[in-house]
């Protein structure tokens, strides 16, 4: 067990590398993989941009992801009904908040007296 230890150990100290920092060709090094470096994250945020723009486009044409337009008729009655239902929904979604808005305040006003 000491023999592997003891040749880890020779090779930790021959890999330590001595860096110049006052060096020109050190610098000049630094600053290509910085470049690369800022090079590949301005590539990646525009392909993320270019998918966000594609996915507006999309929304903003009632397009369907595989290219297919989205046509609703208004006056179908069963699109009707189910905005009937999403309405009816939020409004009794806002209703239950305000009741517990207002139980809460009032619960607020019974523990101050």
């Given at each position: ?11 930790s100290n ?19 993989i ?14 993320q941009?270019g ?12 397009q ?6 989205i ?5 179908d ?12 929904g939020?409004?009794g ?9 207002k ?11």
């Amino acid at each position: 067990m000491e023999a592997r230890n003891s040749a880890t150990t020779d090779r930790s100290n021959k890999d330590d590398i001595d860096i110049d920092l006052d060096d020109p060709e050190t610098e000049k090094a630094a600053l290509k993989i910085q470049a690369g470096f800022k090079a590949t994250r301005r590539g990646k945020r525009s392909r993320q941009n270019g998918k966000r723009k594609k996915q507006q486009k999309q929304i903003s044409t009632n397009q369907e992801p595989d290219g297919k337009n989205i046509d609703i008729d208004m006056d179908d009655p069963e699109v009707v009904e189910a905005a009937t239902k999403i309405q009816a929904g939020f409004k009794g979604f806002k209703t239950r908040q305000e009741l517990k808005a207002k139980a809460a305040a009032s619960k607020d006003e019974e523990s101050q007296d």
